[in-house]
């Protein structure tokens, strides 16, 4: 039997939860049924992370696109991502993960915003796993904004690096993915983590994200550990 214990387990999987409304269409139902039922996929994916020993678990929930759908349809998901976090904080607590947000989180208005902002306290002491929610995210967005804090701080042309840069980013702190899992069978990154997937392994599944379970989490990880990454070197 192979040893389970030394595979290679991505410190850090990002995944781009896709498919939603095609789900709910397939079956008849409104698209807010999807999403609905994606916000379960949500709770499983992170009880997968927690038991699989990923340290990092980055999930875009809402695009800087997404702001073209229809109001309806963003309000559906503000409403959606308020009750997840209302009815979800106490277990995310307890099961020792610490919440994190990036994005434009001020454009879901203030209720929401302040309390992404609580939940990002009460959870800031937790390290079991680091959940990272982008919220009205857009890798672009993530750039420009990180340039423009670089200006704003004086920093010398020629002090600027990669390192430098990356504080800046939203994503200040967190080691870059590893693993990019997209749902939905769409193979693209729709703007998310644009700096940051440098080099992450890219996998795509045709599984909507509402049927997303352990047993694809695990199957992911997997097809991880059979990767050969070189970061531009040769291989061993
Ligand atoms: C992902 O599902 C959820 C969000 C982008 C908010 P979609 O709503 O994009 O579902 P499809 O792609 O239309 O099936
Ligand atoms: C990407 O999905 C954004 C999220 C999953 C939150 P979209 O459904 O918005 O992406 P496109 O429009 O198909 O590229
Ligand atoms: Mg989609």
């Avoid at 996929?41 to 696109?65: D, M, P």
């Avoid at 200040?172 to 983590?193: Q, W, Y």
Wanted: aromatic share 8%; proline share 4%; with cysteine.
């Amino acid at each position: 039997m192979a040893d389970l214990s030394s595979r290679p387990i991505p410190l850090h999987v990002a995944i781009i939860m896709d498919g939603n409304g095609r789900w709910a269409t397939a079956r008849g139902l409104p698209r807010v049924a999807g999403h609905r039922e994606g916000a379960k996929a949500v709770r499983r994916a992170i009880e997968a992370a927690v038991s699989q020993g990923v340290r990092y678990l980055t999930l875009f929930a809402f695009s800087s696109e997404n702001w073209r759908r229809p109001a309806e349809e963003v309000a559906d998901l503000t409403f959606l991502m308020k009750h997840y976090l209302r009815s979800e904080l106490r277990e995310l607590h307890e099961k020792g993960v610490c919440l994190k947000v990036i994005g434009e989180r001020e454009r879901f208005g203030p209720t929401l915003c302040a309390e992404l902002a609580a939940a990002e306290e009460k959870t800031a002491g937790n390290t079991r796993l680091t959940l990272v929610m982008a919220l009205s995210y857009g890798g672009r967005a993530d750039i420009v904004a990180a340039t423009r804090r670089i200006i704003e701080a004086g920093v010398a042309p020629d002090a600027l690096n990669e390192q430098v840069f990356a504080r800046h980013l939203a994503t200040d702190g967190i080691p870059d993915p590893d693993l990019l899992i997209r749902t939905s069978g769409e193979e693209r990154i729709s703007n998310f983590l644009l700096w940051q997937l440098a080099y992450a392994e890219m996998l795509f599944t045709d599984v909507l994200w509402p049927d997303f379970d352990a047993d694809d989490f695990a199957r992911a990880l997997d097809e991880y550990t059979t990767r050969e990454r070189r970061f531009g070197a040769r291989p061993v």
